[in-house]
């Protein structure tokens, strides 16, 4: 989108130098137009241009190319077979992926004003949004409204709404036209223990919410869209097993779910192979041919470097440098453009032990008792890590980075493995609504404090719905351990992915 408006604003400027060439130019524009709606194979460059900068009569035309273009792209995609069709998705980890949390949401929100202006006015958020495409559009303003005498497009208006918009606040709504996709559909990409219509399930009111900021619109998700915005791009997400789930997520919501054989595997790229005596990758990435988009995966529960201590011995212990980021993240930051990063519910000791996971900060054994006790370590790698990201952002001028906040946990009466439940089948019988300034995750929230890193804030808006997980239908947990960490999908994590989509 922002990439297709570059040659715009410099031609309307020159018009504007030229007043009697503009007529001309205007005229050409329009033939040109007119010829590509009869020959839907031009670039859709053209197309946002002409709907950002024509006059209303003109963006009628636009509108209607926009669609053959869009066909365009999907037909493209289908025709460019190639095929991968590899089972990727049984999960292997599951023990490990529901987790007995530490002290992860046993922070109570507090109110601190200082914070929420921060979130809204973050320097950042002006920086990697508004200011690329608003500096176009205020050029686009300007020329407009001297030489066309036209304000900006509706649609430009709405966009630079958005960017500027809170979206942790607001409410769920009841949206029939949800969900993005089909749960019975995009076997592709979903795995079957997370896709509720394959249970036994049998409520799905959970599927037709949206979420409704407070004072504005979220932008609705188009894959077309986001793959036009992503082109050449990489988007990555790097974290645990939720992280998994927003990744799948988007990838339904791209494709709306459907078979999609034109996607290719480029996981060796990213070194995302199943490791010798390995049973699955560390990682998945795939690529829409049609835009050149990447989209990737890679497991790093903890977004901790680790090393094998006995790198010959199948049952080596890991040092779990606690302040070095993941190997994958030095070695691929350069290829990715949109980072999403997480981390919370492996900080629990029955997962460290499980994984032979010993803490090493400075290159030894933790000794620091500060740091020891799991609340802190995990404070203290999420600080260093996000640290470290922020010392690359300079050199990495077009890296997008975002530290998504906690997913919570709803169990009841109990926790993962002493009978803890979440039965409600109720939307919205929680609360529906959040008002709240301040984060509900006040760790992600002073991790990025004061960094180029932005926040994925979804804790809030998560917390009220507690009907939206796997629960007792788990196909991947003993009898009578509920699953009340993961979500159901279509679910939840497509709204992380719409907050997304509306800040890149
Ligand atoms: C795809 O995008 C990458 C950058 O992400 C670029 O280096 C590469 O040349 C592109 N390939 C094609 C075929 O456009
Ligand atoms: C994507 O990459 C290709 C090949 O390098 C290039 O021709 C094209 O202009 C690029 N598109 C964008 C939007 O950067
Ligand atoms: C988390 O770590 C940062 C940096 O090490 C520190 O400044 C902060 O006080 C810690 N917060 C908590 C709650 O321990
Ligand atoms: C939830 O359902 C399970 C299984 O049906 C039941 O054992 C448990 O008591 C229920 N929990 C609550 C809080 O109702």
């Known amino acids: 989108m922002r990439l297709r408006m570059k040659g715009g604003p410099y031609k309307l400027r020159w ?25 839907p194979t031009l670039t859709s460059t053209l197309t946002s241009k002409n709907q ?142 997370w896709a509720c219509r394959m249970m036994q399930r049998q409520d799905f009111a959970f599927e037709n919410l949206r979420w409704q900021p407070k004072d504005c619109e979220l932008e609705e998700f188009e894959g077309p869209k986001f793959l036009e915005r992503m082109q050449n791009r990489t988007l990555a997400f790097v974290g645990d097993s939720l992280g998994r789930q927003q990744f799948q997520s988007l990838m339904c919501m791209i494709t709306a779910g459907k078979e999609s054989p ?49 790198p010959e011995d199948p049952q080596t212990e890991y040092a779990m440098h606690l302040d070095r980021p993941p190997a994958f993240l030095r070695d691929f930051l350069h290829r990715i453009d949109v980072l999403v990063l997480n981390s919370g ?26 740091i020891a006790d799991m609340g802190s370590a995990k404070n203290f790698t999420i600080h260093s890590t996000i640290k470290w990201l922020n010392s690359q952002l300079p050199e990495h001028p077009h890296l997008k980075a975002f530290y998504r906040s906690l997913s919570p946990r709803h169990f009841v009466n109990g926790d993962w493995n002493t009978g803890g439940s979440c039965n409600n089948t109720t939307p919205m019988s929680i609360g529906k609504e959040v008002l709240q300034e301040e984060s509900s995750d006040l760790g992600a929230a002073s991790a990025v404090r004061g960094t180029g890193i932005k926040l994925l804030d979804i804790t809030a808006l998560s917390q009220v719905r507690d009907e939206g997980h796997i629960s007792r239908f788990s196909i991947t947990s003993s009898p009578g351990v509920q699953d009340c960490l993961h979500w159901c999908l279509p679910g939840v994590p497509d709204t992380w992915n719409e907050i997304l989509y509306a800040l890149i």
């Open 52 to 193: 950002l900068q024509l006059p209303p009569d003109i963006e009628t035309v636009a509108v209607d190319s926009k669609r053959h273009v869009k066909d365009d792209i999907s037909t493209l995609a289908r025709s460019e077979a190639v095929n991968n069709k590899e089972e990727h998705h049984v999960d292997k980890t599951h023990s490990t992926g529901i987790g007995k949390s530490s002290s992860d949401f046993e922070t109570v929100p507090i109110q601190k004003k200082e914070e929420a202006i921060k979130h809204k006015h973050s320097p950042k958020r002006e920086k990697t949004g508004v200011i690329e495409s608003g500096s176009s559009s205020t050029e686009i303003e300007e020329t407009n409204n001297v030489i066309l005498g036209r304000q900006f497009s509706e649609q430009e208006e709405k966009r630079m709404e958005h960017q500027a918009c809170d979206y942790t606040k607001g409410k769920w709504v009841i949206d029939d036209s949800r969900p993005l996709y089909s749960g019975l559909g995009c076997k592709q990409w979903l795995a079957s223990m």
């Open 262 to 310: 034109d996607v290719l595997d480029v996981g060796p790229e990213f070194g995302l192979v199943i490791p010798p005596g390995g049973k699955r990758p560390n990682g998945w990435a795939y690529r829409f041919p049609s835009t050149n988009t990447t989209v990737l995966y890679y497991w790093s529960s903890t977004l901790c470097d680790l090393e094998p201590l006995k």
């Open 15 to 39: 018009r504007a130098k030229e007043p009697s060439l503009a007529l001309i130019v205007l005229v050409c524009i329009t033939i040109l137009i007119w010829t590509w709606d009869k020959s």
């Open 345 to 370: 519910h492996h900080w629990n000791r029955g997962k460290l032990r499980a994984n032979k996971w010993i803490m090493y900060v400075g290159g030894e054994p933790n000794t620091n008792r500060k």
